[in-house]
Structures are given as structure tokens and as C-alpha cells.
């Protein structure tokens, strides 16, 4: 199995769905984050969490919603999204220590979602 | 926040050609990475590279820290080496995962 692997891996939904990205990491690691990369823009930090616990929201729009039921799934609620929400959303995972950032970040395949 | 620079925006090869990406960041760092992004959308780690020189088969990375800037290079290109290159920086005072993504180089390899 690959490490990081994300379903589905391509979404379209209208405006008035409500549908879920889901990641699972088989890493062994204890931090799992979603990104997104919209064309012509570089990767944005979403949300970070690091033993279940959310550490991070990167002033994310409330109809982005993340679980995290334990170490090795990582979810993205979508509900009434815009057409700008369009982009690929990718989670990723790390090992690391305390606080900081000490160790490499690896991603899943990403989940092309587009909004009608 | 951390500005990270890559140059060049873009570059095309021909198969066999060896060239150099480069990333300036405007901070000091912790960690470092390289990722490939193939056309399927993947990232694919190259390098955790935060100081120091690595190779792995044709692709190798140099960091150097203290002038806050890191090289790649693409030995004999393949055309398998298309796609988007990005680097991504990371300080010991930001929380986990705020890696600070470059703009990346597009990357065409032609037979």
C-alpha cells in the first residue's frame, strides 16, 4: 500500500451537496494536514492536526470542516462550496517530536474536487 | 511570514540535458524539501535537505543554510522528469506542517 492514499481522487459536486475527502496514512505517523493548490497559486496550509488534536486553521472558511478520529484518518467535510473552491486537495503526513516541525512531510495522490 | 523564491518559472529540456533549480528563502530554516509533482497531481518527495548535500540516482541537492538558499540538479533528464518542481521551507518557531511552498518550476523534458 502507498503510504498517504486520499478518496476519492476526483469529486464534483453542486453548491448545495454535502460530500467528504478522506486520507488515510499508513505511515505510522502522528500529524496529518490538508492543503490545497489552486491553479496558478502556490500550496496553502488548511488545517494541521497533531495527535488527533487540531493545531492549526489557516483561516479557513467554515464550510471546510476537518475530523480526525485518531492518528491515521484525516477527513474534509464540504458543504455549500463555491465554484472558486475548485483546486486539488491534498492531505500529508509527518513523524516529528515536541512542537516544530522536524521531519518530512509526505502527500497523498490529492483529490481533484470541482463545484458547479 | 518566510519568502521562498524559485527560479526558473519554467524550463524545457531536451532528453540527456542536465540542469539546476534553484529556491532563495528569506529566513533561516530547519527544514527543507524538494518535491516532484507529477501530472497526476502527487507530490513526491525528493530531498529533505536542510543544509547539507544529497544524491539520490540522477537528482542530487545542495542547501547551503547560512546563504539561505538550496540547488537541485537534473542529471541526464528523462522525459519522466516533467512536471512541477517545488521546494518547500519550514522554521522551528511555526507549528507543525507550515512548510512555506515556493511558486515551483515547471519542468518539460522533450525527447
Known amino acids: 500500500e502507498t503510504g498517504v492514499t486520499q478518496t476519492p481522487r476526483h469529486l464534483v459536486m453542486g453548491m448545495t451537496n454535502k460530500k467528504s475527502l478522506k486520507c488515510e496514512q499508513h505511515l505510522g505517523h502522528n500529524a496529518m494536514y490538508w492543503y490545497k493548490q489552486s491553479a496558478k497559486k502556490p500550496l496553502e496550509l488548511m488545517f494541521v492536526y497533531n495527535f488527533k488534536e487540531q493545531t492549526e486553521n489557516n483561516s479557513v472558511p467554515s464550510r471546510f470542516s476537518p475530523e480526525c478520529p485518531n492518528s491515521s484518518h484525516l477527513f474534509l467535510h464540504l458543504h455549500t462550496l463555491q465554484p472558486e473552491d475548485s483546486a486539488l486537495y491534498l492531505c500529508?503526513?509527518?513523524?516529528?517530536?515536541?512542537?516544530?516541525?522536524?521531519?518530512?512531510?509526505?502527500f497523498g495522490e490529492g483529490s481533484r474536487l470541482t463545484v458547479l | 511570514g518566510i519568502q521562498v523564491e524559485q527560479s526558473p518559472p519554467d524550463l524545457i529540456l531536451q532528453e540527456g540535458a542536465n540542469s539546476t533549480l534553484r529556491c532563495n528563502f528569506s529566513d533561516s530554516v530547519n527544514n527543507l524539501q524538494w518535491f516532484h509533482q507529477n501530472p497526476w497531481g502527487q507530490l513526491i518527495n525528493l530531498f529533505y535537505i536542510p543544509s547539507g548535500t544529497k544524491q539520490n540516482g540522477r537528482l542530487s541537492a545542495t542547501t547551503v543554510a547560512t546563504e539561505r538558499y538550496s540547488l537541485l540538479y537534473i542529471s541526464s533528464s528523462q522525459t519522466t522528469d516533467s512536471g512541477v518542481y517545488f521546494c518547500?521551507?519550514?522554521?522551528?518557531?511555526?507549528?507543525?506542517?507550515?512548510?512555506?511552498f515556493g511558486a515551483g518550476t515547471q519542468v518539460v523534458v522533450t525527447p
Open positions: 500529508a503526513s509527518s513523524q516529528g517530536t515536541g512542537g516544530g516541525i522536524t521531519g518530512e512531510l509526505f
Open positions: 518547500a521551507v519550514g522554521v522551528t518557531t511555526d507549528s507543525w506542517g507550515k512548510l512555506q
